[in-house]
């Protein structure tokens, strides 16, 4: 879905008279928004089973959770549509920076003729970019997780919205709290 919509944004945007270099980070953009409204309500049933402290067999389908969220909080910001700004944030910031500094820097560094050194010039430069990208959009990732996880006191919401969020761990926590899971983070996307 990333890759696919990246192409259809980038060709949309070849009518459009915009450089190359901002042509990619807006089809970037693109590709992650598209990707974000797709994959949120399944991120939403993720974290939810995550957070199931039941012994594995007590635990309900991913199905079964689907509906029970459905039926309990519905389709909306509330239920399974949880997150969705702070997911548009991670996967549209993510796509955008990665994309855009992926292809520029693509095309100003030199193709190798060597097959072997030419892979290592495109790993190290997706390699790169993930990692830019992860630095870059961590802290949705944070809020994402701490909208669509167990809030810390039972029944009330303190975590509601992306930016609010943020704000909150920032106060309460610190700046750096808006960056935990950065190395794992990289780790998993960074050699992607």
């Given at each position: 879905?990333?890759?696919?919509?990246?192409?259809?944004?980038?060709?949309?945007?070849?009518?459009?008279?915009?450089?190359?270099?901002?042509?990619?980070?807006?089809?970037?953009?693109?590709?992650?928004?598209?990707?974000?409204?797709?994959?949120?309500?399944?991120?939403?049933?993720?974290?939810?089973?995550?957070?199931?402290?039941?012994?594995?067999?007590?635990?309900?389908?991913?199905?079964?959770?689907?509906?029970?969220?459905?039926?309990?909080?519905?389709?909306?910001?509330?239920?399974?549509?949880?997150?969705?700004?702070?997911?548009?944030?991670?996967?549209?910031?993510?796509?955008?920076?990665?994309?855009?500094?992926?292809?520029?820097?693509?095309?100003?560094?030199?193709?190798?003729?060597?097959?072997?050194?030419?892979?290592?010039?495109?790993?190290?430069?997706?390699?790169?970019?993930?990692?830019?990208?992860?630095?870059?959009?961590?802290?949705?990732?944070?809020?994402?997780?701490?909208?669509?996880?167990?809030?810390?006191?039972?029944?009330?919401?303190?975590?509601?919205?992306?930016?609010?969020?943020?704000?909150?761990?920032?106060?309460?926590?610190?700046f750096l709290a808006l960056y935990k899971g950065l190395v794992p983070k990289?780790?998993?996307?960074?050699?992607?």
């Amino acid at each position: 879905l990333q890759f696919f919509t990246f192409e259809q944004y980038k060709k949309l945007l070849g009518y459009a008279s915009l450089p190359p270099g901002l042509a990619f980070a807006v089809a970037g953009l693109g590709s992650g928004l598209t990707e974000a409204v797709v994959v949120n309500p399944f991120e939403v049933v993720k974290v939810t089973l995550q957070t199931n402290r039941n012994a594995f067999t007590e635990q309900p389908s991913s199905f079964v959770q689907a509906r029970q969220i459905i039926k309990t909080d519905g389709l909306g910001f509330q239920g399974l549509n949880k997150g969705l700004t702070a997911t548009l944030g991670r996967h549209g910031v993510f796509n955008m920076v990665y994309f855009g500094f992926y292809f520029n820097v693509k095309n100003i560094l030199p193709v190798n003729k060597d097959p072997n050194l030419e892979f290592l010039r495109k790993f190290g430069i997706g390699l790169v970019s993930g990692t830019i990208a992860s630095i870059i959009n961590i802290p949705f990732d944070v809020a994402k997780s701490r909208i669509q996880g167990p809030q810390p006191v039972p029944g009330e919401i303190k975590y509601r919205t992306c930016f609010k969020t943020m704000a909150t761990v920032y106060k309460e926590e610190g700046f750096l709290a808006l960056y935990k899971g950065l190395v794992p983070k990289i780790m998993r996307l960074g050699p992607g």
